[in-house]
């Protein structure tokens, strides 16, 4: 059975960007773009070089998200199709998705 490898991965909010950034031996590996809005931070896209995927990155940007919306007293609005995938892989998370965020499966 393979052994799938995990990365310490540091996450850094780089406002300045607009977005969560995702490094492994000082190396920038992935990144969330954010927007901040009223009572939400909407998770726009998530990308990860398809070499590195599957490797945890992704997860650790998951959850520095849902860290910084917790921490500004906001919810998460997961546009982003790995940030909802990922979401719904953790239901334990849901009460942190903003009520008018799309559900996987939902039409618009």
Not at 4 to 31: F, H, I, M, N
Not at 71 to 83: L, M, N, S
């Amino acid at each position: 059975m393979a052994v799938k490898e995990r990365l310490v991965v540091q996450v850094t909010d780089a406002p300045e960007k607009s977005r969560y950034e995702a490094y492994v031996d000082g190396e920038l590996v992935g990144y969330t773009e954010y927007r901040h809005h009223d009572d939400t931070i909407m998770l726009a896209i998530t990308e990860v070089p398809e070499e590195l995927q599957n490797k945890g990155i992704g997860a650790a940007l998951a959850r520095y998200a849902l860290a910084a919306a917790r921490e500004a007293g906001k919810r998460i609005e997961p546009v982003d199709p790995f940030i909802a995938g990922w979401l719904e892989r953790h239901p334990e998370h849901a009460h942190m998705m903003h009520e008018k965020a799309i559900h996987l499966g939902e039409e618009t």
